[in-house]
């Protein structure tokens, strides 16, 4: 349900949604998203306000960092009173990242922040930017029957499937439906209707006003363990002068080798202080380190567990409690909850 009050705010960071054939040279170049309603006349059809604003200078998702999502951020916190809904346009390379870091950053989220973006620009003739933006955006109005936001959260609206953004993954760089939600079920699937799961939505417990956040600390590290892994790849990415936290990707359900010096050189991080959460590489399923012997031992030196967790969410959620000053037993104790549904933890 739309009114014809309801307004949504697009903000175009960047990426390959953007991007529109120059007719004379053949060359990709940045679509001015101030002439929107010109070029994608369709949005003039769905009866709503549509306000645009983007970055400047825009930016490649691969060089997206911490300080690109604290902008985001300012510009949703900014123009929060001002819409019922948000539209970020972002490079598909680093959404999940972006989305899941935003996720924790809008504490009290009470309004849909909806990104898409595409494989092939807005101006190709078989462009999927078209489809994911108008449906992005129908999402982004869409209110219930009592006239509250339909999906209050952070997602990810990408080739007919809405997504929790904190639980999704790219996995194709080269098909339409790139990206996953391998371990939460869809929040909506898109076909003639966009027919909603709504016990799967999260919605605010209360109307506390919004809270944004913008310290991120990028003092982690990703650690993916590989058969033949070397101590010295161990020792050098544990021993990063000011790290704080390492995502452990390892091997199925929790394992990896129990070799001597590997435990010495996990063991000797958690006791400086390095809070080390274990996720699987797998691309979908979960940690459960009391299953074998080898996720046992991980957990007996203080290793901990990331469950569910994409390396994506895992990777933004220590960024976003060391950015706030958390000690090393409130990130273990915070990793063990769900902020905004980013891992099911069965207690």
């Known amino acids: 349900m739309t009114t014809p009050t309801t307004s949504v705010l697009i903000i175009?960071?960047?990426?390959?949604?953007?991007?529109?054939?120059?007719?004379?040279?053949?060359?990709?170049?940045?679509?001015?998203?101030?002439?929107?309603l010109d070029n994608v006349p369709e949005l003039r059809r769905l009866g709503f306000s549509i306000?645009?604003?983007?970055?400047?200078?825009?930016?490649?998702s691969s060089e997206t960092e911490p300080t690109q999502w604290a902008k985001l951020v300012r510009m949703i916190a900014d123009n929060y009173d001002k819409y019922d809904g948000f539209v970020v346009l972002h490079g598909t390379d680093t959404m999940a990242y972006t989305a899941s870091a935003v996720s924790f950053m809008l504490e009290n989220l009470g309004k849909p922040v909806i990104f898409t973006g595409s494989q092939l620009p807005i101006g190709m003739l078989r462009t999927d930017g078209k489809e994911n933006l108008i449906t992005a955006i129908e999402i982004a109005a869409d209110k219930d029957e009592n006239g509250h936001p339909r999906v209050p959260e952070v997602c990810i609206c990408f080739e007919n499937a809405l997504m929790r953004g904190n639980r999704t993954s790219k996995v194709s760089s080269q098909f339409f439906n790139a990206f996953v939600s391998p371990n939460y079920p869809l929040l909506a699937h898109v076909g003639i209707n966009i027919n909603y799961d709504d016990v799967e939505i999260h919605y605010p417990n209360d109307n506390k006003p919004l809270k944004p956040h913008f310290n991120m600390d990028n003092n982690v590290v990703v650690l993916k363990l590989f058969p033949g892994i070397s101590r010295q790849a161990v020792h050098q990415a544990l021993n990063i002068p000011g790290l704080k936290g390492v995502v452990l990707e390892t091997f199925g359900s929790g394992n990896a080798p129990k070799y001597d010096w590997f435990l010495a050189e996990l063991r000797d991080a958690v006791n400086r202080g390095i809070v080390i959460v274990n996720v699987t590489q797998c691309s979908s399923g979960s940690v459960q380190?009391?299953?074998?012997?080898?996720?046992?031992?991980?957990?007996?030196?203080?290793?901990?567990?990331?469950?569910?967790?994409?390396?994506?969410?895992?990777?933004?959620?220590?960024?976003?409690?060391?950015?706030?000053?958390?000690?090393?037993?409130?990130?273990?104790?915070?990793?063990?909850?769900?902020?905004?549904?980013?891992?099911?933890?069965?207690k």
């Open 12 to 36: 175009y960071t960047g990426g390959t949604i953007g991007m529109t054939q120059n007719p004379e040279t053949g060359a990709l170049e940045p679509f001015d998203f101030s002439h929107l």
């Open 51 to 60: 306000s645009t604003i983007q970055f400047d200078p825009i930016i490649d």
């Open 289 to 346: 380190m009391g299953l074998y012997s080898t996720g046992n031992t991980l957990q007996g030196i203080g290793v901990i567990s990331g469950y569910d967790s994409t390396t994506e969410a895992a990777l933004a959620k220590l960024m976003f409690l060391f950015g706030h000053n958390k000690s090393y037993s409130e990130v273990v104790e915070a990793m063990s909850q769900s902020f905004v549904g980013e891992v099911s933890i069965k």
